[in-house]
């Protein structure tokens, strides 16, 4: 399974990285983009089964990449790992298509919860 | 334990929204921060930085929409660089790398805190300098903490035309 990460944080692109790995998912290929337009050029060529984005980035934020996506009829699996986890934001996410919201800081256990329906 | 030294009096605001982070709820959301993504604790110190020792790194995030402010966390360029590395699950970090790691931890601060204070509002990805915060407003609130003998300051400002921009 390849997931895509898109966070403009290399820090936090490598911590979804090893939290990941903590979660038991040691076997996902991963992919990284820097910004919403790297990453839908980046799915656009070689789509992922999985996509973890962060909400605020330059460029293209997280919400624009999903309705950019939902536009072209591209049905990717989509979640949120965003430092705002209010009712309001999971709302928007959930309307926007989004499978699940993970509020940053994180831990292993949110991961596993949260893909446990997603990551086969 | 962590609110009334650091209290300072809340600045006019058209609706006084700052006054529900209370510096007790600063502190918690940065001792999750700080546990959850570096495996330290913060402990309440009334000293904070001090002034001319050494420079100062700060990051910081805007808040804009229906609450107009920043959130900012000061520490020393040692402080940064030990959190990346501890981020990055490295011994050396490059600059640009302890950049990204002190930004990551003001915008996950930032973004806890905002949730706090009336919406919609709009978080920025998060800066990182050495300046002082001049021009981010007026200074409602200041938690001095402490990470292993390193002052960390958070500091939160707020601009006087909440209210004025509107969120998409």
New interface residues.
Partial sequence: MRVLVVDDSKAMRMIVARTLRQAGYDSLTLAEACNGAEALATIRAEPPDLVLCDWNMPEMSGIELLTALSSEGNRVKFGFVTSEGTEEMRSRAKEAGALFLIAKPFTVEAFQEALKAVVL | MHSEPHALPSTASPDGAQSAIEPALIFDFAQ??WS??LGADLTDTATGMAPGKESTLTGRVRISGAWEGTVAIECSPKFAAWA?AR???ATQTSTE?VH??L??LT??V???L??LLP??S????PEVGDSDGAGDGAMVRVVRLDCDGEPIVFKLFVRPNAGREEVR
Avoid: C, Y
């Fill in positions: 999750t921060v959850t993504v990346a981020m990055f699950d790398e990204d790691a930004g990551e915008n996950m930032g973004g806890n905002k949730a919406g919609p709009r978080l920025s990805v």
